[in-house]
T-cell receptor, first 112, second 112 residues
């Protein structure tokens, strides 16, 4: 298995632009998680899905952030409009019945 | 509000010696705990876990200790090797929910 796949690996955009991050979880995993890593707060959970249904989105910073999971093999995290304070590394992770989560390599987002 | 705290942002240890990484949590509902290791430009990878019914779990050079009364856990690495140099994240969760709460990480440097 290729593991969790994220794209793009790096994204540089200007303030006000829309940004879409993509994730393909490990096949057979029922859970998908989106995290944001910053120096101050470490790994923050933004939202997670179970069987494509959003379970907890309380970590989503504000209405500018949205996430979808249209099927078991694909999820997107969208920021519209983006702001410089959104600059961070965004990770997607997937998991099955155990509590372990398997992380993708991350997307480094820079908003100028 | 950080429910999982790693108060040491960094730690340096000589090769061959013991590395001890510490983690504190505030939520008494947490009943399983994990350690993740993260290299630069990669996603975190699972290292070792422990459930609240145990106070110790060992896997090769890695041992995790749990002190529930103090709401404290630690990761011991013996002997430390240069390849162990990475950022280590502590994470916690509770039964019935698959989301994890992460600390801010501790950067371990093992000096050859």
């Amino acid at each position: 298995d290729a593991g969790v796949i994220q794209s793009p690996r790096h994204e540089v955009t200007e303030m006000g632009q829309e940004v879409t991050l993509r994730c393909k979880p490990i096949s057979g995993h029922d859970y998908l998680f989106w995290y944001r890593q910053t120096m101050m707060r470490g790994l923050e959970l933004l939202i997670y899905f179970n069987n494509n249904v959003p379970i907890d989105d309380s970590g989503m910073p504000e209405d500018r952030f949205s996430a979808k999971m249209p099927n078991a093999s694909f999820s997107t995290l969208k920021i519209q409009p983006s702001e410089p304070r959104d600059s961070a590394v965004y990770f997607c992770a997937s998991g099955g019945l155990s509590y372990e989560q398997y992380f993708g390599p991350g997307t480094r987002l820079t908003v100028t | 509000d950080q429910q999982v705290k790693q108060n040491s942002p960094s730690l340096s240890v000589q090769e061959g010696r013991i590395s001890i990484l510490n983690c504190d949590y505030t939520n008494s509902m947490f009943d399983y705990f994990l350690w993740y290791k993260k290299y630069p430009a990669e996603g975190p990878t699972f290292l070792i876990s422990i459930s609240s019914i145990k106070d110790k779990n060992e896997d090769g050079r890695f041992t995790v200790f749990l002190n529930k009364s103090a709401k404290h856990l630690s990761l011991h690495i013996v002997p430390s090797q240069p390849g162990d140099s990475a950022v280590y994240f502590c994470a916690a969760g509770h039964s019935g929910a698959n989301n994890l709460f992460f600390g801010t990480g501790t950067r371990l440097t093992v000096i050859p």
